[in-house]
């Protein structure tokens, strides 16, 4: 079972509109939350995480919104660019403190359009 | 700094072969992790280690071995590679503190 899912498998934005990008998890253990950017035939790469004590984290263009009572996360990317375009993967770290690994969704496609 | 380095970045074998895929990293991190991706998912983990010396199951570890003999490198192996192997395969380290992992570029594996 999907511990950790992102709903939507594709996502396109126009250029300098905002990006939203979903998550939704199951599993009440998740204690930190992080959004990985991956390009093709490269590794993913840490873009923005969140701690369960918080609601909010900025950085830059990347926002991201954790909701926990509807185990919900979003990613908003404000104003979108052409390099945003790339797989969003959602993914989540247990009370094991990070050692046990991250939990990952299946990713969402974003495409920015000129 | 290399960050997370992997070797080979592509092999194609057959199945009943056996291959080790290597993962190198000169972060000094305390833990590093073995993913699987395969079409259309998300990384999955195979095994991770917390220290040198200690190797852990994690998701999906049937059909692999880890060694962490050394700090820095972290060793896949694939004793009788299968079809259902086929993915890529990705590496990652992580500072014991923090959450956020650094992956290496990826190892495209075909087992035909």
């Known amino acids: 079972d999907q511990q950790v899912k992102q709903n939507s498998p594709s996502l396109s934005v126009q250029e300098g509109r905002i990006s939203i990008l979903n998550c939704d998890y199951t599993n009440s253990m ?6 990985y950017k991956k390009y093709p035939a490269e590794g993913p790469t840490f873009l923005i995480s969140i701690s369960s004590i ?24 404000v104003p979108s660019q052409p390099g945003d375009s790339a797989v969003y993967f959602c993914a989540a770290s ?5 050692a046990d690994g991250l939990t990952f969704g299946k990713g969402t496609h974003l495409i920015i359009q000129p | 700094n290399a960050g997370v380095t ?18 190198a990293q000169d972060m000094n991190h305390e833990y590093m992790y073995w993913y699987r991706q395969d079409p259309g998912m998300g990384l999955r983990l195979i095994h991770y280690s917390v220290g040198e010396g200690t190797t852990a199951k994690g998701e999906v570890p049937d059909g692999y071995n ?14 009788s590679a299968a079809p259902s192997q086929t993915s890529v395969y990705f590496c990652a380290s992580s500072h ?17």
């Open chain 1, 30 to 35: 998740f204690d930190y939350f992080l959004w």
């Open chain 1, 54 to 77: 918080k609601d909010k984290n900025e950085d830059g263009r990347f926002t991201v919104f954790l909701n926990k009572s509807a185990k919900h996360l979003s990613l908003h990317i």
């Open chain 1, 94 to 98: 247990g009370s094991g403190g990070g």
């Open chain 2, 6 to 23: 992997q070797t080979p970045k592509f092999r194609v074998l057959k199945t009943g072969q056996s291959m080790t895929l290597l993962c």
């Open chain 2, 66 to 79: 880890v060694s962490r003999l050394k700090k820095q490198n972290f060793l896949l192996g694939l004793e």
């Open chain 2, 96 to 112: 014991g503190s923090f959450r956020e992992q650094f992956f290496g570029p990826g190892t495209r594996l075909t087992v035909l």
